[in-house]
């Protein structure tokens, strides 16, 4: 963000919470969220995002592919026409592309080797690069790293692929700030670079955070939490709670009574992207959703799981327990 000139960026709501800071922090930025029209799909169609995008004028497009926190993805000829409608009207499309190895709707099989040496069979994977046809002329800017698809987030390695004038004005924005990432943890991360080795760790990471998905998706669904778009990537689902009885169908509530049970969630407002803080959070869409993740150990999963049912069924009994939150000082 450091190194864009005066630009207005387009973004979608809700996603990744770290957006509202980069979004906010340089003020020759100015924020701009396109208004999806359309709150029945997680994912803003083709045509629509083209108009959103001409309409407003914007120069650059922030979003996460797949998305977090709903898990959705933007692929295939919709993910084509995204990238044609950036090349069209030369807009920046900055691609967050960290979660792109976490998939569980492939058709290929999953080889229980892995599939060494079996270029035939691959897991699938998403990424906008399948679609630039010339890397240094179409405005595409595609972030990944270590973090999320290799699960080594104290390696703090990342990678952009751009246009080479776009490289090179990062290079030094990048120099005069932190100096980039440091070289040893790059020659170390050099192996998991190697494609037999993705393979076999992807079919791995999609075969098992699958069964955690399906885990937790059964359990809330008992719970009379309800998930509306099933998640086929990353590791998260985006769940709504207003079912629950009040006050813990508010997702800040539901936070702190799950604290309070050593269970950690993230309230939905969090990915109601906010620069500046211009709006009124009381006024989001997303009060009553909460993002549940299922990248922690299975054990783990279990434990959080049975406190949470402990918690809905203690309002369920108890609803003018001591402590309960009243309106008035909860505004306040």
């Known amino acids: 963000m450091a190194s864009l000139g ?27 969220p396109p208004v999806h029209r359309d709150v029945n799909e997680a994912i803003m169609e083709p045509d629509e995002f083209d108009f959103q995008c001409s309409g407003r004028g914007v120069g650059a497009i922030l979003m996460s592919n797949p998305a977090n926190p709903t898990g959705q993805s933007i692929e295939g000829e919709r993910l084509a026409k995204y990238v044609e409608t950036a090349r069209r009207q030369q807009c920046a499309l900055i691609m967050d592309e ?8 492939g058709d290929a099989g999953d080889p229980a080797d892995g599939g060494v040496d079996d270029n035939s069979n691959w897991p699938k994977t998403v990424s906008s690069a399948s679609y630039i046809e010339d890397v240094n002329s ?14 080594c987030p104290g390696f703090r390695v990342c990678w952009i692929v751009a246009p080479k004038h776009i490289i090179n004005m990062m290079g030094s924005a990048g120099s005069f700030l932190d100096g980039g990432a440091n070289a040893p943890l790059q020659h170390l991360a050099l192996p998991l670079m190697d494609l037999d080795f ?15 998905r399906d885990y937790l998706l059964k359990h809330l669904a008992e719970m009379g939490i309800t998930v509306k778009w099933k998640p086929k990537a990353t590791f998260y689902v985006w769940a709504d709670i207003s ?31 906010n620069p500046r803080g211009v709006r009124n959070v009381r006024m989001s869409k ?15 999963l279990v434990r959080g799981m049975k406190a949470i049912r402990e918690i809905i069924e203690g309002w369920k009994q108890h609803p003018e327990w001591p402590g309960t939150y009243e309106q008035n000082d909860y505004d306040s």
């Open 6 to 32: 005066n630009v207005q960026i387009g973004y979608f709501t809700p996603d990744y919470t770290a957006y509202e800071q980069a979004l906010g922090l340089f003020l020759h930025i100015a924020p701009s």
């Open 98 to 105: 960290f979660y792109s190895h976490y998939y569980y709707d």
């Open 138 to 151: 179409d405005p595409i800017l595609i972030v990944n790293g270590l973090t999320k698809n290799w699960r």
């Open 198 to 212: 993705i393979r076999q760790d992807a079919w791995a990471l999609q075969r098992h955070f699958r069964e955690k």
């Open 243 to 273: 079912s629950l009885p009040p006050p813990i169908d508010d997702c800040l509530v539901f936070l702190e009574e799950c604290t309070k049970h050593k269970v950690i969630v993230v309230p939905g407002v969090f990915f109601d992207i």
């Open 286 to 300: 997303c009060i009553s959703m909460v993002r549940f993740s299922y990248g922690p150990p299975r054990e783990n």
